[in-house]
């Protein structure tokens, strides 16, 4: 009599265990799949992608109750994860740790909020500038690259550039995109430009005699002012600091989605740009402001690019340190011409309120 009423209640919870099942990976998969819509087009989708870790914990969980209750469906969340293993791969990556051959470079981008606002170290050296320099990286490209008043900016560049003999700048707008590089710098091209946030490449040429193009990103922001920022810390906290109404939940949407369709329309003209330069030697980085799974990551991809974080670093990667945004909004990416190797995020450098990353490259192809 025991057993029958288990099984009874088994059968009776079967059926709604796996509904939830699938709804929680039709939502997964409906979050991975929006990263191919352009948020120009359909508004929201650019927020469907920043759900995906919630989408992915909740499909785990499923596993879990199905387990428990339903053991008939495990197959369900299975399939759900399996069927978005790239996404959660690129979200999240694992890679066997791999030593940097002899002869690779490294690359280093990195969002320097003005230069650390001018902090100095106990030898009274600019803290960014000692970082960069220490770095030992061959290529390093800087976003938020403006410092005032202009003596101060010539001390800090003229201590970088004491390491690096190659040096140049692309203004955007009030803003500045900076290129620090052991290679000499043989030409610069403006891609676009909306406010203070654009793209601009560097022509960079290299030992085996042809030409690399770094192209160096910092795509529009959320655009959240310091009050929305705080509003979101709460969100995401749950803490009673202040009351969030659902008018203010749906007008800091609606600032991010707003964000994201600008930011969709930069990316648009990056890929014609890199489609200008299909097959080309390319080195793209930058600060996104947008997770592994946007739109412009997915199009950048498309376009022929590997993420170097994705196929040699660990783990969520998070590069912006403020507002509990936990995600990878700087990335770098490169041609077929480059094996990444040991991308990392320096956690241990916080003058600015991005994290610097860095990874080795190692040449597999010199065009003819």
């Known amino acids: 009599m025991v057993r029958s009423n288990k099984r009874r209640r088994r059968n009776l919870l079967s059926k709604p265990v ?31 992608t920043l759900a995906f870790p919630a989408f992915l914990a909740l499909v785990v969980v499923m596993e879990i109750v199905v387990l428990i209750f339903s053991r008939r469906w495990w197959w369900i969340p299975l399939l759900g994860l399996l069927g978005c293993a790239f996404s959660i791969r690129t979200y999240f990556p694992i890679n066997l740790p791999s030593q940097a051959p002899d002869g690779s470079i490294k690359v280093m981008s990195y969002n320097v909020y003005s230069y650390g606002n001018k902090v100095k170290n106990d030898e009274g050296v600019n803290i960014v500038a000692d970082y960069i320099v220490r770095s030992n990286s ?58 203070t946030n654009g793209a601009g490449a560097y022509l960079l040429k290299m030992p085996e005699g042809d030409t690399l193009r770094v192209v160096n990103c910092h795509l529009r922001s959320m655009g959240l002012s310091l009050s929305d920022r705080a509003t979101y810390r709460n969100i995401v906290h749950a803490t009673e600091e202040m009351e969030v109404t659902d008018t203010t939940s749906r007008r800091l949407l609606s600032k991010v989605a707003s964000a ?24 793209l980085c930058g600060d996104f402001n947008d997770s592994p799974l946007s739109y412009a990551h997915q199009s950048f991809r498309l376009n022929g690019l590997t993420d170097a974080y994705t196929t040699s670093g660990n783990g969520l990667g998070r590069t912006f340190n403020k507002d509990a945004i936990i995600v990878r909004i700087d990335h770098i990416l490169h041609s077929d011409h480059w094996t990444a190797y040991g991308a990392k995020v ?22 003819e």
């Open 260 to 283: 994201a369709a600008v930011r969709a329309q930069q990316v648009d003209q990056i890929t014609d740009y890199l489609k200008l330069h299909e097959g080309e030697n390319i080195i």
């Open 138 to 195: 061959d290529i390093v490209c800087l976003q938020e690259a403006f410092l005032h008043p202009s003596e101060v900016y010539k001390e800090v560049t003229s201590y970088i550039c004491r390491t690096y003999p190659h040096y140049d700048t692309l203004h955007i707008g009030d803003n500045r995109l900076a290129c620090y590089s052991k290679y000499p710098i043989v030409g610069k091209e403006h891609i676009n430009e909306v406010g």
């Open 346 to 367: 320096d956690k241990e450098m916080t003058a600015s309120d991005h994290y610097p990353v860095y990874t080795y490259l190692k040449r597999t192809k010199v065009d």
């Open 18 to 48: 796996a509904f939830f099942a699938w709804v929680s990976v039709l939502l997964l998969w409906a979050c991975a799949l929006s990263s191919f819509v352009s948020p120009q087009h359909f508004k929201y989708f650019g927020l469907t």
